[in-house]
């Protein structure tokens, strides 16, 4: 959110995901599903469903519309991302055209109307690392820590974000604490033979 070898922070639709190197031009999904936010779970609790049953038809025929109690919202807020114009989905969109400039602005405005979300965060932090701002790219991946603490996908691309630093030290260390929750991880196991090859040449990878 790293088949040919493509490198780099990749964010696309539905989850978490993964710097480095990977199958294609996008993060390789390891959660599944996006991960749970405080405002995706308050906006799951006061979904309505999409289909009403035969039986609350049949109430609503003999009885009519019934007000909601006061203090229940009419209709849910959609959840971030759900919507291709808003910022998250629009900072995805900028940022696999290799616009982080404007990738970073959503991303950012994301956090600030969602700062639960940490796939918004970890969106931020990848173009951070793209506009070489490593100082507030490290605050961002502490605030998806924070939120989901060191997951498999947040410490790859703290990894994959020392690597471009050059700092080869923090990278293994990120790297190798990833590999350790996931050994079978062909994302984890590329950066680390990345970071090898980076080694070896004495040059950060760009």
Same mark, same amino acid.
């Given at each position: 959110?790293?088949?040919?070898?493509? =490198?780099?922070?990749?964010?696309?639709?539905?989850?978490?995901?993964?710097?480095?190197?990977?199958?294609?031009?996008?993060?390789?999904?390891?959660?599944?599903?996006?991960?749970?936010?405080? @405002?995706?779970?308050? +906006?799951?609790? %006061? +979904?309505?469903?999409?289909?009403?049953?035969?039986?609350?038809?049949?109430?609503?025929?003999?009885?009519? !519309?019934?007000?909601?109690?006061?203090?229940?919202?009419?209709?849910?807020? =959609?959840?971030?991302?759900?919507?291709?114009?808003? @910022?998250?989905?629009?900072?995805?969109?900028?940022?696999?055209?290799?616009?982080?400039?404007?990738?970073?602005?959503?991303?950012? =405005?994301?956090?600030?109307?969602?700062?639960?979300?940490?796939?918004?965060?970890?969106?931020?932090?990848?173009?951070?690392?793209?506009?070489? =701002?490593? &100082?507030?790219?490290?605050?961002?991946?502490?605030?998806?820590?924070?939120?989901?603490?060191? !997951?498999?996908?947040?410490? %790859?691309?703290?990894?994959?974000?020392?690597?471009?630093?050059? &700092?080869?030290?923090?990278?293994?260390?990120?790297?190798?604490? *990833?590999?350790?929750?996931?050994? *079978?991880?062909?994302?984890?196991? %590329? %950066?680390?033979?990345?970071?090898?090859?980076?080694?070896?040449?004495?040059? +950060?990878?760009?």
């Amino acid at each position: 959110m790293l088949i040919g070898i493509a =490198r780099g922070l990749i964010i696309t639709t539905a989850a978490l995901w993964l710097a480095g190197c990977t199958t294609s031009n996008s993060f390789s999904n390891l959660l599944g599903s996006k991960a749970p936010s405080a @405002d995706a779970s308050e +906006a799951q609790a %006061n +979904a309505e469903p999409s289909e009403p049953s035969t039986l609350a038809e049949e109430t609503t025929t003999t009885t009519g !519309t019934v007000p909601p109690p006061l203090g229940v919202p009419t209709s849910a807020p =959609r959840l971030l991302g759900s919507d291709p114009y808003d @910022d998250l989905s629009l900072g995805k969109k900028y940022y696999r055209a290799s616009n982080y400039g404007l990738a970073e602005q959503h991303f950012r =405005r994301a956090v600030e109307s969602h700062p639960r979300d940490a796939e918004a965060w970890l969106g931020l932090a990848a173009s951070y690392d793209r506009l070489r =701002r490593f &100082d507030l790219a490290d605050r961002a991946y502490g605030q998806a820590v924070g939120i989901l603490g060191p !997951t498999v996908e947040i410490l %790859n691309n703290q990894g994959y974000s020392y690597m471009l630093r050059g &700092d080869y030290k923090r990278a293994h260390a990120a790297l190798a604490a *990833a590999q350790r929750k996931d050994p *079978a991880s062909k994302y984890v196991q %590329n %950066n680390l033979r990345l970071l090898e090859e980076s080694y070896r040449k004495g040059k +950060a990878i760009e």
